[in-house]
């Protein structure tokens, strides 16, 4: 699991974090009406609050390119293959 | 109404000649007409997989599930981040090796990694089985939208007719890429309608704040899960979102706008604008909400929204909210026809009728094929009656279970073919048979779950069991496996930092 570097780490760690809190039994803890926040049910401000964080996570993902290191080298040209369709 | 009249006609006609427009760019290669020559820049990327996710599902669905079951629709916000998130993993992974071995469909990727004529069958089979009743409810939300915004003078089969000329003469001419060029157009006029929707609608009863206050004292089954009707909890609240996010996401437009991506890159991004878009799912709560305090006994809940809109808001601003609503139906159905097509042609009659065709004959059964699945649908809509999130779960459902053999094809070099038969079919008999058939689904989750509970299983169980004998295919996709690492995560090589040699990644 070398290369699971920190940071590619907290993004994976933290992505399945606020996937815990908004679709596992957890939800049911925030399943409720009160205590409202500017008149919003309790259960709506949950969702919304997971969904801004798990969003800005996803914007320090893309900057700092999922954790990963900046390509150096492209190996992306095509080859044939057995299969091939087009 | 002749307001509403040329709101209308400008909806049709304004995508119509942006689709023809585009036309003037294409190549007549079948690589152009099905996925852009693999050319498709960042704008286009993310307006045509957003608003081909979105559909009427989405504008009118999640109105309607608000209205009658309460809050399960908020799971949204969870699934459009897994979609996202998938899109960047499962995706970037799925175009790269589109992009080496010259992939255009689901069963191009998943045939050719399990060397197996059986399933790339089986993946044509379910992906168009799954896609047509999915198809047939944006042509429905659509068509009845334009019914209301006319006031009844455009009747419903009319307006389903028209619907699909437009789609047929722009794709015909224009493929893919006329097909993006007019989801720029839909996925803005969608993003806006779901937004001002639910800001209008929610002042017509003091705001968002006043509005929850009156719910609360009137209704508050409306507020929590299970809902006022008892049946939407939690099991429900996970299955939409595991089968929603899943099944449209395997879904063949999809795929199609993986393959179209012009640089890696772009994917990368994809999860943060996918999720930043569901913030207009607030609109939908807002609107299915308010529906509940102002009209309480709409029969047909799909018509919650287009009924609001008339009886609360000025004409001419609720067509063209309306016209945003059909944005989202047309700009799936759109992509849906085009990618059941391209699957015809070249997963049928390229592989198995003509393996021979020029590039302009493949073309030619491409636009053919455009017409007879749009008439199929068409059929369809006159002529099974059904409510939109119903049939469209169902049909995700079964498009979901292609997630499995899918991610053994792009990550697992142990996946083994009669696996992943094995299993595909086991997930969708399933789902069939817990939604058709005799057996119930078991503690309130939906089938598709269960479905992809023993897809994953048997999958995995007899893939340790059995040993591929095609090495050369699975040392392919190794070595397309190693170059996707150096290329795009280089931490992931056995010699980070230094020149290594090739290294299968097991």
């Known amino acids: 699991m070398k290369y699971l570097t920190p940071l590619k780490l907290s993004i994976y760690g933290g992505m399945l974090f606020i996937f815990v809190m908004l679709e596992s039994p957890v939800i049911l803890l925030a399943n409720r009406i009160e205590p409202m926040l500017m008149g919003i049910p309790f259960l709506l401000v949950w969702n919304l609050f997971w969904w801004f964080a798990l969003t800005a996570l996803f914007l320090v993902a893309y900057l700092t390119n999922w954790g990963s290191p900046t390509p150096q080298i492209n190996h992306s040209a095509k080859q044939p293959s057995e299969g091939d369709t087009a | 109404m002749t307001g509403s009249l040329l709101i209308i006609a400008a909806f049709m006609i304004i995508p119509?000649?942006?689709?023809?427009?585009?036309?003037?760019?294409?190549?007549?290669?079948?690589?152009?007409?099905?996925?852009?020559?693999?050319?498709?820049?960042?704008?286009?990327?993310?307006?045509?997989?957003a608003a081909t996710w979105w559909s009427a599902f989405a504008f009118l669905g999640s109105n309607a599930t608000f209205y009658t079951n309460g809050p399960v629709f908020l799971t949204a916000l969870a699934w459009n981040l897994l979609f996202g998130f998938m899109y960047y993993w499962v995706g970037k992974r799925v175009w790269f090796l589109g992009k080496r071995f010259n992939y255009l469909t689901p069963s191009d990727l998943i045939g050719d990694f399990y060397n197996s004529e059986a399933l790339r069958l089986s993946v044509a089979a379910i992906t168009l089985i799954f896609t047509v009743p999915y198809l047939q409810i944006q042509l429905t939300g659509g068509a009845y939208l334009i019914e209301v915004a006319s006031g009844g003078l455009i009747p419903f089969w009319l307006a389903a007719l028209l619907f699909y000329f437009i789609i047929i003469i722009y794709v015909w001419i224009g493929g893919i890429r006329a097909i993006a060029w007019t989801d720029v157009i839909y996925g803005a006029l969608l993003f806006f309608g779901m937004m001002y929707a639910g800001y209008y609608i929610s002042s017509q009863v003091g705001g968002p704040a006043a509005l929850f206050s009156q719910l609360q004292q009137s209704s508050p089954e409306h507020l929590t899960m299970p809902g006022p009707n008892g049946n939407m909890g939690y099991p429900m609240w996970f299955s939409l979102f595991v089968v929603t996010a899943i099944g449209a996401f395997m879904g063949p437009q999809i795929w199609l706008r993986m393959y179209s991506v012009k640089h890696g890159k772009l994917f990368n991004m994809m999860p943060f604008l996918l999720g930043l878009a569901a913030f207009a799912y607030v609109g939908s709560v807002l609107s299915g909400y308010s529906g509940v305090i102002l009209e309480p006994d709409?029969?047909?809940?799909?018509?919650?929204?287009?009924?609001?809109?008339?009886?609360?808001?000025?004409?001419?601003?609720?067509?063209?909210?309306?016209?945003a609503g059909a944005s989202a139906a047309m700009s799936t159905a759109n992509s849906q026809i085009h990618a059941v097509s391209t699957v015809v042609t070249m997963d049928i009659y390229k592989r198995y009728i003509n393996r021979g065709a020029s590039q302009a004959r493949i073309v030619t059964i491409g636009r053919f094929s455009l017409v007879g699945f749009s008439l199929a649908a068409y059929i369809m809509a006159l002529t099974v009656p059904g409510v939109l999130v119903t049939i469209g779960i169902a049909a995700l459902a079964g498009t979901a279970q292609l997630l499995i053999p899918t991610i053994g094809a792009i990550a697992w070099r142990k996946a083994h073919p009669t696996a992943a038969l094995v299993s595909l079919w086991s997930g969708v008999a399933c789902v069939l048979l817990m939604t058709f058939g005799p057996l119930s689904a078991p503690f309130g989750f939906h089938a598709g779950v269960w479905g992809l509970l023993i897809n994953t299983v048997l999958f995995v169980g007899l893939s340790h069991a059995l040993q591929r004998q095609d090495t050369a295919v699975v040392e392919r996709f190794d070595q397309a496996r190693y170059d996707y690492d150096a290329e795009y995560h280089p931490e992931r090589l056995p010699a980070h930092g230094q020149e290594s040699t090739r290294t299968a990644i097991h």
């Open chain 2, 16 to 49: 119509l000649l942006v689709g023809v427009l585009s036309a003037r760019h294409s190549q007549t290669t079948s690589e152009d007409f099905f996925v852009q020559g693999r050319a498709m820049g960042s704008i286009a990327v993310f307006f045509t997989v």
């Open chain 2, 298 to 323: 709409v029969d047909n809940p799909d018509q919650i929204l287009p009924i609001m809109l008339m009886e609360y808001a000025p004409y001419l601003l609720a067509s063209l909210i309306m016209a």
